[in-house]
Every structure is written in C-alpha cells, then in structure tokens.
C-alpha cells in the first residue's frame, strides 16, 4: 500500500520558519518529480515547488528566495524548507509524488498557518 506521509505543519509567527517532511514508502519501484502543493480556503490548489529525480527545481514567484526544496533520494523524501513566513502562505499543504508505473499520489496534507 503506497502511502505520502507528512509531517512538520503547524503554528508560526510571520517571518518564521517551518520544515515540511514527505516521506513515500510501500510497494514503490521508483520515484521521479516530487513536489509540494497548497490549498488556502476558497482557491484552488496550487503548485509551490517541485523537484525532479535529478535535483532540477522549480518554484512559485510567490515563493522564490524564501522556499527551498529538497530530497533525500534514499529515503524516498521530500522537504520543503519555508523561511520568512507570511500570512499569505497560510494552507493546507499537500505533497506530490509521481511513482512509476503507479502515477501520481497525494498525501493526506498539513496545516501551515502563519499569524499576523
């Protein structure tokens, strides 16, 4: 049974930090594109950050500079490092990964919320 498991939302002041964890396990064979997605209250999901097998990274303009992603290939992990927080970042974050020949799984999500 494949299972997206995250960790690290919470509670933070504006211009704190969180950590997002993502860690895949089960039956997987290989692991290509991870990424971190966000869903506020009354919009749509949106793309944060992803990052392919080889490290190549791609970010939201609302992002660049504060967020960082990375994977620890070996674990099967993707983290999500988010610095300088703003009320605007508040959201359910939901992690991404696509898992040949499974395709894409989605985690359960974790509240990130930032306070003014």
């Known amino acids: 049974q494949v299972q997206l498991v995250e960790s690290g939302g919470g509670l933070v002041q504006a211009g704190g930090s969180l950590r997002l964890s993502c860690a895949a396990s089960?039956?997987?064979?290989?692991?290509?594109?991870m990424g971190w997605y966000r869903q506020a209250p009354g919009k749509h999901r949106e793309l944060v950050a992803s990052?392919?097998?080889?490290?190549?990274?791609i970010y939201a303009d609302s992002v660049k500079g504060r967020f960082t992603i990375s994977r620890d290939n070996a674990k099967n992990t993707v983290y999500l490092q988010m610095n300088s927080l703003k009320p605007g970042d508040t959201a359910v974050y939901y992690c991404?990964?696509?898992?040949?020949?499974?395709?894409?799984?989605w985690g359960q999500g974790t509240q990130v919320t930032v306070s003014s």
């Open positions: 089960g039956g997987i064979f290989s692991v290509n594109a």
């Open positions: 990052i392919s097998s080889s490290g190549s990274t």
């Open positions: 991404n990964a696509d898992l040949p020949p499974l395709g894409f799984w």
